[in-house]
Each structure stands twice: as structure tokens, then as C-alpha cells.
């Protein structure tokens, strides 16, 4: 921009010269006929100097330009400096006037941060004192409802002392009463069963007396019969002897031994025959 300025001042300056040109020529005309022929003579020697004089008029005028235009732009360079100098003195005043009203919304947040703080504080407080007296009352009445069961506790127990005090005296006057009937029945059972053993063991010993006697009774009828039967076959010959005398008697005795034994009249084992004498009579039982 500085350079396009440049050239217009320089267009107008060299219109600007055109017509100074002009005038300085028709002012020359007339004071060539107003001076003397040597003035005149010498002018017209120093003509064709003119267009050098206004060339370095031009320079000059050129050279004021740039000078006045370089101070233009100091000064408008300096103005923007003074107008940026005062942007940033007015932004760092507005920046520590935020910095300020951060700073006092900051310490009003505080103030009133501690100020709920304070005031939760004092609800915890009246809350707390609140819960503590209600445990207090709880408390109280937890007492007062202990020692109304207490009392309770207390007569019930004295009445049931003396419910089981009289308990224990019909209980003493009941051991007692049982403990004669127990003896009475212990008694009782205890001649009951002496009597029962003595029944008993009188049964066996009448039972053993029959068995004895049946024995006895039965092995004289085996010996009698026994008698009969080796008289009935004396006259048989040896082994036909002795196989009547196993098949019939049953005897596991050699004929030789039962022969030599006859006249001893040995004793026959009941449970090896099935013999039954017809003159046994069953012995009555005590």
C-alpha cells in the first residue's frame, strides 16, 4: 500500500510540475521583456537547466513526501502502539478487575460454603441432641417397663415360692405315701416271687422225681421185655441172633458183649428205643 501510495503522489506531483512548468516559461517571457538584454541573455544561457531544477524539485518534493509519509506512519505506528498499550493496560486492568471479582466470588463462595458448613453443623448438632434425647426417654421407659417386670417377676416368683412350698409338702406327704406302697408292693412282688421260685423249683424237683421214676419204671419193663425177646430166640443160631437183637432192640452193642452182660442186667439208654411197656402208669405231678 505504501508503494501504491507512493506512485499516486508521484502522478500528482508530476501533473502538479506540468503546470508550474507552464508558469514559470510565461513568467520568464515577461520578465525577459521587463529586463534589461543582459539579464535576458544570461536567462536564456541557464534554460536548459530548468528541467535538472525541476527534477530535483520533484526529488525534494518527492523526498518531503516520503519524509512526511514515513512521519505519518511513525505516528500512526506510534498511535497503534499507544492505542495496543492501551488495549493491554485496559485488558490487564480488566484481567485484575476479574481476577478481583473472581477473588471476592471466590471468598463469598468460602464465606458461604462455611456459613452451610456451619449451619449443617448445627442441624447435625440439634439432630443429634434430638436422637440423644429420644434414646434418653427410650431409655428411661426401658427402665421404668425393667422394673415394672421386675415387680412382676418378683411377686410371681414369691407366689410361685409359695405355690411350690405347698407343692413340696403334699410332694413330701405323696414320697412318703409312695415310698410305703413302694415298700408294700416291693414286698409283695418280692414273696410273690420267692413264692413262685419255690413253686417252681419245687415243679422240678417233683418233675425230676417223675422222670426218675419213668426211667427207672421203663428200664425194668426194657430189661423184662429184653429178657423175653433173647429167650424167645436162645434157640436161634448166632447171626440170625444178633440181627434180630440190633433190628429189634436197636442196640449198637456187639452181640458177644450184650450176651456176656445178660446175667449183670445192664442198664438200657432210654433214647435208643421206641419200646414202650403196656404196665407203665403215668405218675400224678405235685
Same mark, same amino acid.
Given at each position: 500500500m505504501l508503494v501504491i501510495a507512493m506512485f499516486i503522489i508521484l502522478l500528482g506531483f508530476m501533473s502538479f510540475s506540468g503546470q508550474q512548468v507552464e508558469l514559470p516559461l510565461t513568467n520568464a517571457s515577461e520578465s525577459n521583456q521587463?529586463?534589461?538584454?543582459?539579464?535576458?541573455?544570461?536567462?536564456?544561457?541557464?534554460?536548459?537547466?530548468?528541467?535538472?531544477?525541476?527534477f530535483q524539485y520533484l526529488q525534494e518534493q518527492l523526498n518531503n513526501e516520503r519524509t512526511e509519509t514515513t512521519l505519518n506512519y511513525q505516528k500512526q505506528i506510534e498511535m497503534?502502539?499507544?492505542?495496543?498499550?492501551?488495549?493491554?493496560?485496559?485488558?490487564?486492568?480488566?484481567?485484575?478487575k476479574s481476577l478481583q471479582e473472581s477473588a471476592q466470588q471466590n471468598t463469598l463462595q468460602l464465606k458461604q460454603q462455611e456459613l452451610q458448613k456451619d449451619y449443617m453443623q448445627g442441624q447435625q448438632a440439634l439432630s443429634k441432641l434430638e436422637s440423644e434425647k429420644q434414646h434418653e426417654a427410650e431409655v428411661t421407659h426401658t427402665l421404668l417397663s425393667f422394673e415394672k417386670e421386675k415387680?412382676?417377676?418378683?411377686?410371681?416368683?414369691?407366689?410361685?415360692?409359695?405355690?411350690?412350698?405347698?407343692?413340696?409338702?403334699?410332694?413330701?406327704?405323696?414320697?412318703?405315701?409312695?415310698?410305703?406302697?413302694?415298700?408294700?408292693? %416291693?414286698? %409283695?412282688?418280692?414273696?410273690?416271687?420267692?413264692?413262685s421260685l419255690k413253686v417252681k423249683r419245687e415243679k422240678e424237683l417233683a418233675k425230676i422225681e417223675y422222670d426218675k421214676l419213668f426211667a427207672l419204671k421203663q428200664q425194668e419193663s426194657m430189661q423184662a421185655t429184653r429178657i423175653k425177646v433173647l429167650d424167645s430166640i436162645a434157640d436161634l443160631p448166632g447171626p440170625d441172633k444178633k440181627e434180630i437183637i440190633e433190628g429189634l432192640v436197636g442196640l449198637n452193642r456187639s452181640y458177644d458183649v450184650l450176651e456176656n452182660n445178660t446175667q449183670q442186667n445192664p442198664p438200657i439208654e432210654i433214647e435208643l428205643t421206641d419200646l414202650t411197656p403196656p404196665q407203665m402208669q403215668p405218675v400224678s405231678k405235685i
Open positions: 521587463l529586463q534589461p538584454p543582459t539579464e535576458v541573455a544570461s536567462e536564456s544561457l541557464a534554460i536548459p537547466d530548468k528541467q535538472a531544477l525541476q497503534q502502539r499507544l492505542e495496543y498499550g492501551n488495549l493491554t493496560e485496559q485488558q490487564r486492568l480488566l484481567h485484575e415387680q412382676q417377676m418378683t411377686q410371681a416368683h414369691e407366689a410361685a415360692l409359695a405355690i411350690q412350698k405347698a407343692d413340696a409338702e403334699q410332694r413330701s406327704m405323696l414320697n412318703i405315701a409312695l415310698i410305703f406302697s413302694t415298700i408294700i408292693i %416291693s414286698s %409283695s412282688v418280692a414273696y410273690f416271687f420267692v413264692s
